[in-house]
């Protein structure tokens, strides 16, 4: 059963899976639907819609606007926003206070066991790939390789990460090398990838 303070606004039409745990004030939209085992920080918010994969840790006061969608083991750190409004204005071109009608929502799109750093902002509609990670402050606007680190106004890639979260280091033959797993990943045309699932297939770097 998931565990839910009492001070949390959690919709009724809201899906909430085995073990997640939502904290104190924070808010979970109509239709959201977060995984099994999650854990919502104090004063998160989830909107209308948003898709959370299982596993999944959003710290306190991260704004996951709809339509998000978060695959399993994504982490979201304390007060990073995730933004659903390419133009974003108050008023219509008359004056008018926006309604519903008068914008289409877009979102971000976050791959398996990615981060983002606190107060980072993903700028909708851009996809983090799975595994990369997003430092801390950070504005990113265009998408995200898997398995990259990216930092910076606007973000730029640093370099590359492996599933433990530590930066790569790079051998004398051309691959990535993990010092937490010794995992080995190879480069090719601007991605990465785990060595074995290159095996027997046409890439070259």
Same mark, same amino acid.
């Given at each position: 059963m998931p565990g839910i303070a009492d001070s949390a606004d959690v919709a009724e039409t809201a899906n909430i899976g085995e073990g997640t745990r939502i904290w104190h004030l924070a808010q979970i939209r109509e239709e959201a639907a977060l995984g099994k085992?999650?854990?919502?920080?104090?004063?998160?918010?989830?909107?209308p819609g948003v898709r959370v994969g299982d596993n999944c840790k959003l710290q306190n006061y991260a704004l996951v606007y709809e339509p998000a969608c978060l695959a399993d083991g994504v982490f979201v750190g304390p007060a990073a926003v995730l933004t659903n409004d390419l133009h974003p204005r108050a008023?219509?071109?008359?004056?008018?206070?926006? *309604?519903?009608?008068?914008? /289409? =929502?877009? &979102?971000?799109?976050?791959?398996?066991?990615?981060?983002?750093?606190?107060?980072?902002?993903c700028v909708a509609p851009v996809c983090i790939g799975e595994w990369a990670t997003v430092a801390a402050g950070a504005v990113v606007t265009k998408d995200v390789p898997a398995y990259a680190v990216v930092?910076?106004?606007?973000a730029r890639q640093l370099g590359w990460v492996g599933e433990a979260g530590?930066?790569?280091?790079?051998?004398?033959?051309?691959?990535?090398?993990?010092?937490?797993? *010794?995992?080995?990943?190879? /480069? =090719?045309? &601007?991605?990465?990838?785990?060595?074995?699932t290159l095996e027997g297939e046409p890439w070259s770097a």
């Open positions: 085992n999650c854990n919502v920080g104090r004063g998160a918010y989830v909107g008023i219509t071109p008359d004056g008018l206070l926006k *309604g519903a009608d008068d914008w /289409e =929502a877009v &979102g971000v799109t976050v791959g398996t066991g990615a981060s983002i750093g606190a107060r980072a902002v930092a910076g106004v606007p530590v930066p790569l280091k790079q051998d004398g033959g051309g691959s990535w090398l993990c010092p937490v797993t *010794g995992r080995r990943y190879i /480069e =090719a045309r &601007g991605q990465l990838l785990p060595q074995e």
